[in-house]
T-cell receptor, first 113, second 111 residues
């Protein structure tokens, strides 16, 4: 079974731009979570989607948004990029998203200049 | 929201010795506690998890203990090997579809 995939793997943007990241979960998994990983803050929860519905959201500004499609693929968008948004963005998938193993993708490394 | 604290932030052990990482959580309703290992440049991978109705779980050289009263849980690695060198993250969740992670522990196993 193929693992979680994320595209693109690397991105360089400038301040003020926007970016869209994509995540394809493991086949059959309907829950997708997004995390921001930085050296100083560790893994910070962004949001979780299940059956195209956002069920929880972390403490991030409204510039961070996401969505999930009917095939469970998910995208996250960051608008008006700031230097502090530079990070590794990880998505993780599971069957139902509650008390289960989450399988992580390789991440998208975003650099904002 | 859930707050998870993890200690120590770095841990250096001699090959063959044991390593212990401790985490505390704030939400007494938390019921699922996974541990992830992240090697340099790779994705986090689950190594063991425990639920609130269990006090201890073991898988070969790895064990996790949970003290619900004190709201802390620990990872124990015995007979450490060089391939155990990585960053380890603890996490906790209640039934809110959100995993809250600790800040991570960088473990270095000295040969």
């Amino acid at each position: 079974k193929a693992g979680v995939t994320q595209t693109p793997r690397y991105l360089i943007k400038t301040r003020g731009q926007q970016v869209t990241l994509s995540c394809s979960p493991i086949s059959g998994h309907r829950s997708v979570s997004w995390y921001q990983q930085t050296p100083g803050q560790g893994l910070q929860f962004l949001f979780e989607y299940f059956s195209e519905t956002q069920r929880n959201k972390g403490n991030f500004p409204g510039r961070f948004s996401g969505r999930q499609f009917s095939n469970s693929r998910s995208e996250m968008n960051v608008s008006t990029l700031e230097l502090g948004d530079s990070a590794l963005y990880l998505c993780a998938s599971s069957f139902r998203g509650e008390g289960e193993t989450q399988y992580f993708g390789p991440g998208t490394r975003l650099l904002v200049l | 929201g859930e707050n998870v604290e993890q200690h120590p932030s770095t841990l250096s052990v001699q090959e063959g010795d044991s390593a212990v990482i401790k985490c505390t959580y704030s939400d007494s309703a938390s019921n699922y506690f996974p541990w992830y290992k992240q090697e340099l440049g790779k994705r986090p991978q689950l190594i063991i998890d425990i639920r609130s109705n269990v006090g201890e779980k073991k898988d070969q050289r790895i064990a996790v203990t949970l003290n619900k009263t004190a709201k802390h849980f620990s990872l124990h690695i015995t007979e450490t090997q060089p391939e155990d060198s990585a960053v380890y993250f603890c996490a906790a969740s209640f039934s809110d579809y959100k995993l809250s992670f600790g800040a991570g522990t960088t473990v270095t196993v000295r040969a």
